[in-house]
């Protein structure tokens, strides 16, 4: 899998990364640990594209969810990250391993950008969290046009997923909410099926931020109703639009 650097030579951006054999027993011990550690609960997994450009969008509670997402992927998963994680050697040297991309947030990071076409260019699947924040309240809040421009431009497919119950464990750095008694414990990765951003809709251009407004509708579609946040109103208008089109 081949790129190129910014003097045209051709780079492989999995060279350095952890990826084939050693990948895949690293993953199997961690299911092994975080199965019953964490009441851990798969769903949708096995319907996961093994292979192509694959851009993977995700809710946000914890600084728990790059590590759990990376652990039960089944395949490479580059990420975008926060740049500040990258000033400590240590992370800087972990985050590497795992095809992590420093992204200045608040800013219109070209780098950022284009090293994450270079990677769906080749077929690498990359992990973004179009919120670009930890939700402290649990439920979603409104996405940037990151996500949305970069599916544009690369023209991959987008595969939601939604993560729940990492926001009672406490490592982010504050005190963690208390479970409702309703609620199940344990952790749940729920995946959804792949789609892709229209170019147009209605002979209109569709712009990066109905791009993101889509994706975020489709993850929201996986969470239960108190994740659903500012994209509650997006589900019943999908669900509207589908019982029109099937009556």
Do not use: C
């Not at 769903?43 to 728990?64: F, M, R, T, Y």
């Not at 170019?199 to 993101?212: I, L, M």
């Amino acid at each position: 899998m081949n790129g190129t650097n910014s003097d045209g030579a051709a780079t492989d951006l999995l060279a350095g990364t952890l990826h084939g054999r050693p990948r895949a027993i690293l993953r199997a011990i961690a299911l092994a640990v975080l199965r019953p550690l964490l009441s851990l609960r798969l769903i949708g997994v096995e319907g996961v594209p093994l292979d192509g450009p694959l851009l993977v969008a995700s809710n946000h509670l914890s600084n728990a969810d790059p590590i759990i997402l990376e652990a039960v992927f089944p395949r490479p998963l580059f990420f975008l990250g926060k740049a500040e994680l990258f000033g400590n050697p240590v992370f800087r040297w972990v985050l590497r391993r795992f095809g992590g991309i420093p992204l200045e947030r608040g800013t219109a990071d070209l780098s950022a950008i284009r090293r994450a076409r270079a990677v769906l260019e080749q077929g690498i699947a990359l992990g973004i969290y179009p919120e670009g924040v930890r939700s402290r309240t649990v439920a979603l809040v409104k996405g940037l046009p990151g996500a949305g421009l970069i599916a544009m431009q690369s023209g991959s497919p987008v595969l939601p997923v939604a993560i729940y119950g990492t926001e009672f464990f406490p490592v982010n750095g504050e005190l963690p909410p208390r479970r409702p008694k309703a609620l199940p414990r344990g952790v749940t990765v729920r995946f959804g099926s792949p789609i892709r951003i229209p170019e147009r809709v209605d002979g209109k251009r569709v712009t990066a931020d109905e791009a993101t407004h889509l994706i975020m509708v489709r993850i929201a579609e996986l969470l239960p109703e108190r994740y659903h946040g500012v994209y509650a109103k997006g589900i019943k208008e999908e669900t509207i639009l589908a019982e029109r089109v099937h009556s």
